[in-house]
T-cell receptor, first 114, second 112 residues
Framework: AQSVAQPEDQVNVAEGNPLTVKCTYS??????LFWYVQYPNRGLQFLLK??????LVKGSYGFEAEFNKSQTSFHLKKPSALVSDSALYFC????????????FGTGTRLQVFP | EAQVTQNPRYLITVTGKKLTVTCSQN?????MSWYRQDPGLGLRQIYY???????DKGDVPEGYKVSRKEKRNFPLILESPSPNQTSLYFC???????????FGDGTRLSIL
């Protein structure tokens, strides 16, 4: 069965330190990979995506993600965390067939402490 | 401004009373989807639509109906709501296959 795993329910980091939010997937073929962020009482906002090419993808608000095909991972990273980065983060994958089936991980809550 | 608009944002209702959550997008997107978000489960896809009059089941379609009579609108219908459908619902749309989805701000449904 196709699935996306975010092994950490919560990640705590001090402001100014680097952060990593982990994501691994089990989807056949070469899926499209996405990261979204959710702030309280809001919908999901797109951060970045991997389609093809360079394994390091840069996105919004200074976030980047590293695609590793052999480990089927797509970890979200940021060199220096901000308190305002505190939110719920979702990894999602979609296969390359012509459907709209998008599979989400269960989410990781990021807490950045001053 | 490009957006996905859902209504209502909040609704408390009773078991068995039919309800509809509307969703509209102004980006001329072909693809639209409905999700529900539950604690510890992330987002799960209910239904999606690849074009007008073309819809398909997602992972949790039981108890829901959808229609796509116009490109911009994709309403979610609960014919006979039950308490286990209490959840936060999101509508989303997208254009090309490699593009991300745009999400509405969500509808919080409570079924008593």
């Amino acid at each position: 069965a196709q699935s996306v795993a975010q092994p950490e329910d919560q990640v705590n980091v001090a402001e100014g330190n680097p952060l990593t939010v982990k994501c691994t997937y089990s989807v056949s073929g070469n899926p499209y990979l996405f990261w979204y962020v959710q702030y309280p009482n809001r919908g999901l906002q797109f951060l970045l995506k991997y389609i093809t090419g360079d394994n390091l993808v840069k996105g919004s608000y200074g976030f980047e993600a590293e695609f590793n095909k052999s480990q089927t991972s797509f970890h979200l990273k940021k060199p220096s965390a901000l308190v305002s980065d505190s939110a719920l983060y979702f990894c999602a994958v979609r296969d390359r067939s012509n459907t709209d089936k998008l599979i989400f991980g269960t989410g990781t809550r990021l807490q950045v402490f001053p | 401004e490009a957006q996905v608009t859902q209504n209502p944002r909040y609704l408390i209702t009773v078991t068995g009373k039919k309800l509809t959550v509307t969703c509209s997008q102004n980006m001329n997107h072909e693809y639209m989807s409905w999700y529900r978000q539950d604690p510890g489960l992330g987002l799960r896809q209910i239904y999606y639509s690849m074009n007008v009059e073309v819809t398909d089941k997602g992972d949790v379609p039981e108890g829901y109906k959808v229609s796509r009579k116009e490109k911009r609108n994709f309403p979610l219908i609960l014919e006979s709501p039950s308490p286990n459908q209490t959840s936060l619902y999101f509508c989303a749309s997208r254009g090309q296959p490699n593009q991300p989805q745009h999400f509405g701000d969500g509808t919080r449904l409570s079924i008593l």
